[in-house]
């Protein structure tokens, strides 16, 4: 699985570094299955992930560690073409934290927006009543480097949400 990741990322970069933590038997709370979590780092400091699991044994539709290996890696590799700050995953994560954020202007940059993102961008509006500015950011298509040829940067007034239930000294 390991060896399929590297020979796949090997083709573009070479600065790789995998490490491997594998559990068997009861380690594993007798897992069945395996997987892999990939994340990089960018020159920015941003991180993206990926990870891919095999399926379960009953399934009837077997897939072998390398081709887990290279799937998790091509995902990865997808994540960094989109670009943004935040991979696709946990989009939602940093909308929601946006949204509750102090009563200031937050802004975020993200590659393609997920159908999970969209609908939680509706509900956030209808729960907090918070309203984000999209803005496409479009990159020049001559330089290959920059991934994705949109970005969208999002912006949004938090609500001041404050834990009420806190104790205060």
């Known amino acids: 699985m390991v060896d399929s990741c590297r020979a796949t990322l090997n083709q573009f970069i070479s600065d790789i570094y995998i490490y491997t933590d594998h559990r068997k038997g009861a380690e594993s709370g007798n897992s069945p299955g395996f997987g892999i979590s990939l994340m990089a780092e960018s020159t920015t400091g941003a991180l993206m992930s990926a990870e891919c699991a095999s399926n379960p044994s009953d399934s009837g539709n077997p897939v072998t560690p390398e081709d887990v ?49 969209i609908n939680l961008l509706r509900h956030l509006r209808d729960v907090f009543n918070v309203v984000y500015k999209i803005d496409i950011k479009h990159t020049s ?3 290959e480097r ?8 999002l912006s949004c007034l938090g609500t001041g949400f404050t834990n009420l239930s806190k104790t205060s000294i």
């Open 146 to 153: 920059t991934g994705s040829e949109e970005k969208f940067i």
């Open 69 to 117: 290996g290279k799937n998790a890696a091509t995902m990865l590799l997808q994540e960094i073409f989109k670009g943004g700050c935040i991979d696709s995953t946990h989009q939602g994560l940093a909308l929601t934290f946006m949204a509750l954020s102090k009563m200031d202007v937050s802004k975020v940059m993200l590659g393609s927006l997920t159908q999970y993102s």
């Open 141 to 143: 298509s001559e330089d």
